[in-house]
């Protein structure tokens, strides 16, 4: 598949977020090239009057001043050095960062400020970055979750395309793991009638925790009205019998499962959970060294 890269300069490189477990976000891309049916970042690009379908995975916008901007914004006196989530959006590391380098320029301008991040992937290109990484994590700390929704390899050929294959994804668990880097999993999102069986679950459980995943985070699909519109058309096409049960978990304009739904999931994988038995949560990993406790004065 041919990718349009469009250079843009962004503003600010650091987004502030809420109701999300960060507060902050970076992301050197707009677009992925991915080509996930389900990413809930392709509602963003009709902010750019494109459309979330074909457009988002055919235009790549590239934020070229993102590590200058960045560099500026982790020298300026308010910061604090909270954790950054890198690629919450769209894949730092998708093709076109092998060529243009912007998420190594970010990483390279976190470890100058000894600045932390939680960085998302799905893409094996990061182990370009594990000697950098190291260093980050040792300056200022870093936690890898690698996204592997899927197990299935077939299925995931299906519903993500542009993705290297789980096998592969599950070996760079493993390869950051060795490097001593704080790896986990992600299972996100989880699609009904798909992936959420109990079997499906511990597949990806048990094959993190073989690869020394220190966790495996389940969460359940959400569908905004692009990436719903993207993710129905494919369904009618490839999955036709589940149409009825995605109607009736999301209908209208309605975005997540019923709640109940959620619950009943996290229920389920923590029991498969406690099957599996522990991650590698006890393996040592590197980190920052902590900081030196204050001695009282003497009276």
């Known amino acids: 598949m041919r990718v ?44 750019f009057d494109l459309d979330g379908g074909r457009d988002f995975e055919r235009v790549v916008f590239a934020k070229v001043n993102v590590a200058e901007r960045l560099r500026a914004q982790l020298r300026s006196t308010p910061w604090k050095r909270e954790t950054v989530a890198v690629g919450a959006a769209t894949d730092p590391y998708q093709p076109v960062e092998g060529r243009l380098k912007l998420t190594l320029a970010c990483l390279r301008e976190f470890l100058a ?36 929704p899927i197990a299935d390899a077939n299925l995931s050929r299906r519903i993500e395309p542009g993705t290297p294959p789980p096998d592969e994804r599950f070996r760079l668990v493993a390869e950051l793991a060795r490097l001593n880097l704080d790896v986990g999993v992600n299972m996100a999102p989880v699609l009904p009638g798909l992936t959420d069986s109990n079997a499906a679950i511990e597949e990806v459980m048990r094959r993190a925790r073989d690869h020394g995943a220190r966790r495996v985070g389940v969460v359940m699909l959400h569908l905004d009205n692009e990436p719903k519109r993207w993710f129905m058309h494919h369904l009618r096409r490839y999955f036709p019998h589940l149409e009825p049960l995605y109607s009736g978990l999301y209908p209208g304009e309605t975005r997540y499962a019923d709640q109940s739904v959620s619950n009943e999931l996290h229920a389920r994988a923590q029991r498969v959970r406690e099957t599996v038995g522990a991650m590698g949560d006890s393996l040592p990993v590197l980190g920052p060294p902590p900081t030196p406790a204050q001695l009282a004065l003497a009276l």
């Open 4 to 47: 349009d890269v469009r250079p843009i300069e962004c503003r600010s490189a650091l987004n502030r977020v809420r109701g999300m477990p960060f507060a902050w976000s970076l992301n050197p891309y707009r677009g992925c090239s991915h080509a996930c049916w389900y990413c809930y970042a392709r509602q963003t690009h009709t902010y």
């Open 113 to 148: 400020a000894r600045s932390p991040i939680g960085l998302i992937t799905k893409s094996t290109l990061v182990r370009r970055d594990g000697d950098l990484l190291q260093d980050l994590a040792r300056a200022g700390g870093v936690t890898v979750t690698v996204s592997i």
